[in-house]
């Protein structure tokens, strides 16, 4: 019987809401295709309508299940062949577009020409009837599985799923361990005065991870001797997934008077409630809240405002949303135990009825089953507990071979525990999460590496106001919420991990669909469902040839090629910049195999080509060629319709883009951070009406007027550099890029050559930089080898008030600066290589600017061979710029002329700091 069921209506609405995009595209369509997508989206919607039950009903009826995995699978296929529909009709709707051979004119004058490719059309007759016949016969299935519809609603369940035990306030832990500091914050929290001036009562959530001790934490502290002293009144309620106010209230009432109450109206059990909690001072805690809803919370809470000054709710969660909407105090995350505690808990349990010290074997495996708790105390817990009367090498020997969701569920909580995380999903994020089961363990990823992945697979739609990436960002945000993703504790702030156990749940629920290439090569025998799968991931090695990937031929549905690092993985140490050897045959004859494939990654090897056949692969999203050797990518490339992100960081071989980039009509990101050999852009940037990320463009002489494709860019963000800006000679052109509109862009470079040139014109590039203000929301601006004179109003206009970091390079030319101190929150200013500059004046600080520089922490003069004087107000004790500067750095040929000014700048550092 499995352990977890499939949930397959997330990816049933996607389809729905694909096939309806598709149908009203208005892209040329095909002979019979609008019938076609009526009659599936009509069974579709029937076969719907059985999902709410079957999967409640999966977990217990094996046929049912299988049900389930075979529409999962026929979705699937189907979603491939609307995708394939869909992709033809956008490639004819594009040729129609492009100047045509005299022969096909007659063809652009018919204007409701319907293109029938006789070839295309046969090809997919026959998918066309197996997925029609796939879809009746799912349907038969329903009604002898004895299905039953249910539309609109979730009914009461019909199988009874897991359920956490009640929990209450007592413990019977011999000793907790790791958990003394936790203890004694959260008392400190309970006792001091209460922070709120408008209300008695302050709230402390208590949150973290299923597993993670909160319960524990909590009855710990609800039994303190101090926290007894403090309180005139405690009430413990187990709150659990059902959000009843009725119950609750009810709960909090007969704890607090000690009596039983036979109230069925809420009114007059809150009015009680509120008598008894009048002038105490009380503590409630709540344990294991789910709900979300603020009305709830307000209705709950109303009898509790009467409470005297210092009354407390403390609120254990999983879910940081809820704890946010609660909270009135202070946060307070339960984490991880360190390795010592977590073997402390579990020997605490496993040895209870033998002596440690007897065991040396047992210790031995012990402390490798610890490894696998990961810091979980449930874990811990339950595996020392299911040991503890077990006392035979081979018996625990077995527990540390199998994966701990392999234990009986009569004898683990960690499975069902984790799981109702799950199970209290919506079926949109529970897609997304597993198929974070391809995600190694202990890997750290980003929000944005798994937003794109997740897109590409289809799993986030556009709306109308919001963008695929802000919307993925929220399922990201919602996940991490909720405990299924945590920080990086490695210090990389924007870095996330999952906790082995949360991985081993993905893995659980994504089933036949994922599959990472180690666990098939350790266990040949899941190759016999690998033909289902649709996900895959794998971890890279120094050197790897065909014979590695002779398992991807069965995978022929397969959508993810998905390779990873980890530092701990690999066997060896690769310097900077030295690439996996990746054997040249294995993208040639691999391609051409998994036809069906979404997201590709052939990042951080060392290839020198990319196969043509890459353009037959119609269906893709996501191609990453990162840190490669390549040259030039094929030109088939511009065949890739679907093609929403480019990953070319790092390509410093790189020299051309394809010819025909500007047909990927669906590009979101093109990323050539670094790839240094780059020259020029091809033409249709300006086509790519969806791009949000463009990390460098190219000026390149000749072609300057290009630089207002720009202009159709409207959804840019992120880091933009603008480089050969020397090239422009016709300043409207930089007008027209609309720098000014582009809301989103956070870093912009702007780059003119360093070398300098006698046919440059200073006063065109004056007026090219005015032209290219951007966004007042800017946050840094870079220029570099600028040959102006001067500076544009724009550059120091206190309305950037969010610009923190500014650095002006090889502005060689300019005899003045800008008036950068009126920037009202610049944290970082860099000037290097003002080589005709001499005086930095009161403009410097801005015309009339009290406080300029108030909040500059870094500020850097290098390479100013001129540089004569500093007004630094030294006599004018009322202006005090450079308070908060921490990091100093002037370097000027001219030291001595420099010196007084330098001094005067340390001595205001040193009587700040």
Not at 497 to 520: G, K, P, S, W, Y
Not at 646 to 668: A, E, H, S, V
Request: charged share 25%; with cysteine.
């Amino acid at each position: 019987m499995p352990i977890e069921g499939i949930f397959v209506s997330g990816f049933v609405n996607l389809l729905f809401g694909k096939m309806t995009s598709f149908a009203s595209s208005k892209l040329p369509t095909f002979e019979g295709i609008d019938t076609q997508l009526t009659n599936w989206t009509n069974m579709l919607s029937q076969i719907e309508a059985f999902l709410i039950d079957a999967e409640e009903k999966q977990l217990t009826d094996r046929a049912v299940n299988l049900w389930l995995d075979d529409l999962q699978d026929l979705a699937y296929d189907l979603d491939d062949l609307v995708d394939e529909f869909a992709t033809e009709a956008l490639q004819h709707k594009l040729k129609a577009k492009q100047p045509q051979a005299s022969s096909s004119k007659v063809w652009n004058l018919i204007p409701n020409f319907k293109p029938r490719d006789v070839l295309f059309n046969f090809k997919m007759k026959s998918k066309i009837e197996e997925i029609n016949t796939r879809l009746h016969n799912s349907f038969e299935q329903c009604s002898k599985l004895n299905l039953v519809k249910i539309v609109g609603t979730t009914p009461t369940p019909t199988t009874k799923t897991w359920q956490r035990p009640d929990s209450t306030s007592l413990f019977d832990e011999p000793h907790i361990y790791g958990r003394e500091y936790d203890q004694r914050k959260i008392i400190e929290l309970l006792v001091r005065g209460d922070e709120s001036s408008h209300n008695n009562i302050g709230v402390i959530p208590i949150v973290g991870m299923g597993g993670i001790g909160k319960t524990t934490l909590a009855q710990m502290v609800y039994n303190d001797e101090t926290v007894q002293k403090h309180f005139d009144l405690k009430a413990w309620v187990c709150v659990s997934d059902e959000f009843n106010i009725m119950r609750i209230t009810k709960a909090i009432l007969e704890s607090v008077t000690s009596q039983t109450f036979s109230f069925n109206n809420l009114d007059q059990v809150q009015v009680q409630l509120k008598q008894a909690l009048a002038g105490k001072k009380f503590l409630i805690v709540l344990d294991d809240v789910w709900n979300k809803k603020y009305s709830d919370w307000n209705v709950l809470k109303k009898p509790f405002n009467d409470g005297a000054q210092g009354s407390k709710v403390v609120v254990t969660t999983r879910d940081r949303e809820v704890a946010g909407m609660m909270t009135t105090v202070e946060l307070h995350e339960v984490n991880i135990l360190s390795k010592e505690d977590c073997w402390s808990l579990f020997a605490q349990h496993a040895f209870a009825n033998t002596c440690i010290d007897a065991n040396p074997k047992l210790v031995s495996i012990g402390k490798e089953i610890v490894e696998k708790c990961k810091g979980l105390p449930l874990a811990a817990r339950t595996l020392g507990g299911l040991l503890r009367s077990k006392v035979r090498d081979e018996e625990w020997i077995n527990v540390l071979r199998s994966k701990i969701w392999d234990l009986p569920h009569t004898k683990s909580d960690i499975l069902p525990a984790l799981r109702l995380s799950y199970h209290d999903l919506p079926s949109h994020l529970k897609q997304c999460f597993a198929y974070c089961s391809i995600i190694p363990n202990d890997y750290e990823f980003e929000e944005e590496e798994l937003v794109l992945l997740w897109m590409a697979e289809g799993f986030i739609q556009q709306q109308r106001d919001k963008q695929m990436e802000d919307v993925g960002g929220e399922y990201f945000r919602e996940l991490l919420s909720r405990s299924f993703f945590q920080p990086s504790r490695t210090g990389k702030s924007s870095k996330f991990v999952m906790h082995d156990l949360i991985n081993d749940l993905a893995q659980v629920v994504a089933r036949e669909t994922c599959f990472r290439l180690e666990d098939i090569l350790k266990y040949p025998e899941q190759c016999k469902t690998i033909k289902k799968a649709r996900h895959s991931s794998y971890m890279r090695e120094q050197y790897e040839g065909m014979k590695k990937f002779e398992i991807f031929n069965k995978a022929m549905h397969l959508r993810t090629f998905l390779p990873f690092n980890l530092p701990s993985f690999l066997p060896f140490n690769l310097p900077y910049g030295v690439n996996c050897h990746l054997a040249s045959n294995v993208p040639f004859n691999l391609l051409p195999k998994l036809r069906r494939l979404r997201v590709l990654n052939m990042s951080s090897y060392d290839i020198i080509e990319v196969p043509n056949s890459v353009g037959d692969l119609k269906h893709l999203r996501y191609l990453n060629l990162s840190n490669t050797n390549i040259e030039e990518l094929p030109e088939s490339l511009g065949s890739l319709y679907n093609l929403q992100t480019l990953m070319l960081r790092g390509c410093r071989q790189l020299k051309k883009l394809p010819t025909d980039l500007g047909n990927l009509i669906d590009l979101r990101h093109l990323d050539t951070t670094n790839a240094h050999s780059l020259k020029e852009m091809p033409l249709g940037i300006g086509k790519l009406a969806s791009l949000q990320t463009l990390s460098n463009f190219i000026v390149t002489k000749d072609n300057g007027h290009w630089l207002r494709e720009l202009g159709n860019l409207i959804y840019l963000r992120g880091k933009l550099c603008l480089s050969g800006l020397q090239n422009v000679v016709v300043p409207l052109d930089a007008r027209e890029a609309n720098l000014n509109d582009k809301k989103g862009l956070d870093v912009l470079s702007m780059e003119w050559s360093v070398n300098s040139d006698d046919s440059r014109d200073g006063r065109v590039e004056t007026k090219v930089l005015d032209m290219l203000q951007p966004h007042k929301n800017l946050k840094e601006l870079h220029i570099e080898g600028y040959l102006g004179i001067g500076f544009p109003n724009w550059i120091g206009d206190p309305l950037f008030s969010n610009m923190a970091d500014l650095s002006l390079d090889n502005c060689g030319n300019c005899v003045s600066l800008p008036p950068l101190g009126q920037l009202p929150s610049l944290k970082k200013l860099y000037i290097k290589g003002m080589s005709v500059l001499k005086h930095v004046d009161h403009e410097f600080y801005g015309q009339g600017s009290a406080k300029p520089f108030q909040l500059l922490e870094t500020l850097s003069f290098k390479d100013m061979p001129e540089w004569e004087y500093w007004y630094t107000f030294e006599d004018d004790k009322e202006v005090e710029p450079f308070t908060h500067v921490s990091e100093l750095s002037i370097r000027s040929q001219r030291s001595s002329t420099i010196h007084s000014c330098q001094v005067s700048l340390h001595n205001k550092m040193s009587q700040t700091s």
